[in-house]
């Protein structure tokens, strides 16, 4: 023998209810979880920058390129050596001439690259995409 409790009705209105609720929660969760998946840029920053300091290297090298709308001494790509924490070097990176430091005056160094990301934080610019170094974090596209 079965004993039901209330009528087809009722529990039609109880399952109903129940799905509403659910959906409505599910709701209200998503877009909560879409906003809490992606860093803020600040935030990027100074995770990825954590992460350049505590390698604590003192001594590197590593190829630039900066695109505008300048002279070709500005563009073309170079390579910037870094020694006991001072920019000893920066060449051409096809000849390896030396080129005039004061076009690279804003990216002597790692430090100095993310100064241009906190400065473009800083003035809100409309777009900023940079991508960092997984492993060692620093930054190897500024756009």
């Known amino acids: 023998m079965v004993t039901l ?3 087809w009705n009722s529990m039609r209105l109880h399952s109903r209810l129940y799905r509403y609720c659910w ?9 909560l979880s879409a906003c809490a998946s992606d860093p803020s840029p ?3 920053l100074e995770q990825n920058q954590k992460r350049w300091e505590t390698q604590k ?5 590593y190829r630039l390129q900066v695109a505008c709308y300048c002279i070709g001494e500005v563009t073309q790509p170079v390579v910037v050596e870094i ?13 390896g001439k030396p080129v005039n430091r004061e076009f690279f005056d804003n ?5 100095k690259l993310f ?7 800083d003035q809100d610019y409309y777009k900023l995409d940079v991508t ?6 620093y930054p190897t596209k500024i756009d």
């Open 83 to 95: 020694r006991n924490g001072e920019t000893t070097s920066i060449v051409a990176a096809d000849s």
């Open 57 to 61: 290297l003192d001594n590197y090298r």
């Open 132 to 137: 960092y170094d997984a492993t060692l974090g």
């Open 23 to 31: 959906l409505g929660l599910l709701v209200m969760i998503l877009p």
């Open 115 to 121: 100064d241009v990301v906190q400065k473009a934080i």
């Open 5 to 7: 409790l209330g009528d």
């Open 42 to 44: 600040e935030q990027q």
């Open 107 to 111: 990216y002597y160094s790692v430090s």
